[in-house]
């Protein structure tokens, strides 16, 4: 089953405390890329990957890093966790990069407390 | 500034009606226009994807339109059922704006019995 992956998909941690969430598609897509959603605000996008190490800023990429060391796999890390980090987070994937289809994850609801 | 706009924000409608989702957007050069489907604590699912030659694109009871001139799609959703409760975003990317996306806020619909 085509499907895009994330773990953890709740996770609570504290101010400061390192934490990378994981995103995995089995789909062979070239894109991948990370959303955080907020009421009122929509989705925003954090960093996106056209392909294997090439990944480039989005809107919000402010407190996050992200790699590609795989095709399949794009982690999003959050050095230092803040409170305003507090969000859902999606990832996202494409065969034609942006113009694309992008199918989504489940989405992994952060808090920081 | 490139921005897509939805309205209404909220909709409440009676099962088996009919009813209008609209999307504004300032995009240019535009490429494509997404409708994705939210339910809630979900990712969105994509419902239709039309570019700039498609008037009008449907998917089952989902029929979305497209007035490249006027800048502005509708998503109409014929006898509601209970499951299309969920929040519709409209999403439009741009010709060379490489791999950004344009999201809209999202309209978020209550069907009721």
């Known amino acids: 089953e085509a499907q895009v992956t994330q773990n953890p998909r709740y996770l609570i941690t504290v101010t400061g405390k390192k934490l990378t969430v994981t995103c995995s598609q089995n789909?062979?897509?070239?894109?991948m890329s990370w959303y955080r959603q907020d009421p009122g605000l929509g989705l925003r996008q954090i960093y996106y990957s056209m392909n294997v190490e090439v990944t480039d800023k989005g809107d919000v990429p402010e407190g996050y890093k992200v790699s590609r060391k795989e095709k399949r796999n794009f982690p999003l890390i959050l050095e230092s966790p803040s409170p305003n980090q507090t969000s859902l987070y999606f990832c996202a994937s494409s065969r034609q990069g942006a113009s694309g289809e992008l199918f989504f994850g489940e989405g992994s609801r952060l808090t920081v407390l | 500034k490139n921005q897509v706009e939805q309205s209404p924000q909220s909709l409440i409608i009676l099962e088996g009606k009919n009813c209008t989702l609209q999307?504004?957007?300032?995009?240019?050069?535009?490429?494509?226009l997404r409708w994705y489907k939210q339910d809630t604590g979900r990712g969105p699912v994509s419902l239709t994807i039309m570019t700039f030659s498609e008037n009008t694109k449907s998917n089952g009871r989902y029929t979305a339109t497209l007035d490249a001139d006027t800048k502005q799609s509708s998503l109409h959703i014929t006898a509601s059922q209970l499951s299309d409760s969920a929040s519709y975003i409209c999403v439009v990317s741009a010709v060379n704006s490489g791999y950004a996306l344009n999201f809209g806020k999202g309209t978020s619909l209550l069907v009721t019995p």
């Open positions: 789909m062979n897509h070239e894109y």
């Open positions: 999307c504004n957007y300032t995009v240019s050069p535009f490429s494509n």
